[in-house]
């Protein structure tokens, strides 16, 4: 089972764990990443980032990683909520859950998950600064992180 949700609402993590924790007398671990909104330290004064997504798209990338994800792990339930919009210094940007029978597999598809979504799913984000915005490029260092899970 999988969830995939983008929204521009907030999220609480303690709702979708719970949600994880449900998903059957064989699941033996949980293992979730919340991702913030951080100041990159690129420029002064960043004081948050706008996101948008292409609609339909994102969904779909984020299920195929998913099932990408469970060619190579053995998991039971997977949450990803991304948000968009205007977002704040702070604010919660992304949820990855993953429940497993095993905490490795657990582990494993959640780190998978958040390396890949950050490099494949489409994104753009605009930083917000107290003199005006730019676009973000994708950073080498994420690309990197990301391929290491190339076959």
């Not at 940007?93 to 780190?111: L, M, N, P, T």
């Amino acid at each position: 089972m999988e969830e995939v949700r983008i929204q521009e609402a907030d999220f609480d993590p303690a709702i979708e764990y719970n949600s994880l924790r449900n998903s059957g007398s064989g699941t033996g671990a949980i293992a979730t990443f919340t991702g913030l909104v951080r100041d990159s330290g690129d420029l002064q004064g960043v004081t948050g980032l706008y996101l948008e997504h292409y609609p339909g798209m994102t969904e779909q990338v984020i299920r195929d990683l998913i099932r990408q994800a469970r060619e190579r792990w053995d998991i039971r339930r997977v949450t990803v909520i991304h948000r968009v919009g205007t977002l704040r210094l702070s604010d919660q940007i992304v949820f990855v859950g993953v429940a497993s029978a095993h905490r490795g597999d657990a582990f494993a598809a959640c780190q998978f998950l958040m390396d890949v979504l950050k490099t494949s799913a489409p994104f753009w984000k605009k930083e917000l600064t107290e003199t005006g915005e730019h676009w973000v490029e994708q950073k080498d260092s994420d690309l990197a992180v990301g391929g290491r899970w190339e076959e």
